[in-house]
């Protein structure tokens, strides 16, 4: 027998005794609610903490946003924040987060909240220098926030969306 054919054989014996490994379990991300809430809530200030340290003349500050964002939130960072960029566009003052409130904890690890984000700081001017803040701008909006797992970030969540709702806790926090 040459040493190629004992080699293959002894493979072939070997691979013909292992047994099938079952498929490992998905385990949910979190243990708790709680634990959720309170990784969504993290998740959420560290994405407001790398907006406010945006400056829409330098891109490169845009990709801390990124990073705590995906899907159609990232999508929409990228337009908003190119567009500003290119008109020439400046941001001062800061975004505060008012409350968060846990609202729903997804099977597959998703979760939902709702933040109360106060913007009342924050000045928006084009290239000339005129505020592009509406006249009427509430100085706090009610924002539903979705966030999906990810392995990519130290709370283990990324923001996925977050739109405007009307809700009657923001005006309450």
Known sequence: MTPALGAALLLLALTG?????????????FTSEEEA????????????????EV???DPETFEEVYAWTTGEANASE?????????DGWAVSGETRTRAIFG?????????????????????????????????????????R?????SAQTSTG????????VEEDRCTTS
């Open 78 to 86: 990228r337009k908003s924040l190119s567009e500003m960029h290119a």
């Open 17 to 29: 005794c292992t047994v099938p490994q079952p498929e490992p379990t998905p385990t949910a991300p």
């Open 55 to 57: 400056d829409l003349s």
């Open 145 to 149: 926030v979705e966030l999906l797992p």
């Open 103 to 143: 609202e729903e904890l997804g099977e597959d690890g998703g979760v939902r909240i709702l933040v109360c984000s106060d913007v009342s700081a924050v000045v928006v001017t084009d290239a000339a220098g005129t505020s592009m803040v509406a006249a009427d701008r509430p100085d706090v909006y009610p924002l």
């Open 37 to 52: 809430f309170a990784a969504a809530e993290e998740t959420y200030r560290a994405y407001v903490d790398a907006l406010n």
């Open 157 to 164: 969540l990324v923001i996925s969306a977050s739109n405007a």
